[in-house]
Each structure stands twice: as structure tokens, then as C-alpha cells.
């Protein structure tokens, strides 16, 4: 499996901060603070797609000859 596979790659990850991020999650979402939910939540994904990216090695492109 593709996901398996690539958390396999990725290894370990300290989320430690998940829960505080998810606790003002759902105070903007019960609150109706549709755009201040909206904001924490693109935040924490922009901080976990930058943290995974960081960990991946990228192929070596192939040269054309």
C-alpha cells in the first residue's frame, strides 16, 4: 500500500502539538468562527506538508541524452 509505504519512509513524527492546534480548532468551529477554524486548520496542514517534505529525498532526475 502507497500510504503505508510512505509512512514507512517518513518514520516517527513528533505531534505533539496536534492536540493544542485541534483544541482551537474546535473552539473556532463551535463558536461558528467558520474563517478562524478555517485558518488553524490550513496552518497546522501547511506545518505538517513542510515537516513531511523536509524528511523525503527526492529522486535524482534522469538526464536526457
Known amino acids: 500500500d502507497i500510504m503505508v509505504r510512505f509512512i514507512q519512509t517518513l518514520g516517527p513524527y513528533d505531534n505533539t502539538h496536534v492536540t493544542q492546534s485541534r483544541k482551537r480548532f474546535m473552539k473556532h468551529f463551535a463558536a461558528r468562527e467558520v474563517d ?13 506538508e513542510k515537516e513531511y517534505l523536509s524528511r523525503v529525498t527526492l529522486p ?6
Open 60 to 65: 535524482t532526475p534522469i538526464e536526457k541524452k
Open 36 to 48: 478562524a477554524a478555517v485558518e488553524e486548520m490550513e496552518t497546522w496542514l501547511k506545518k505538517l
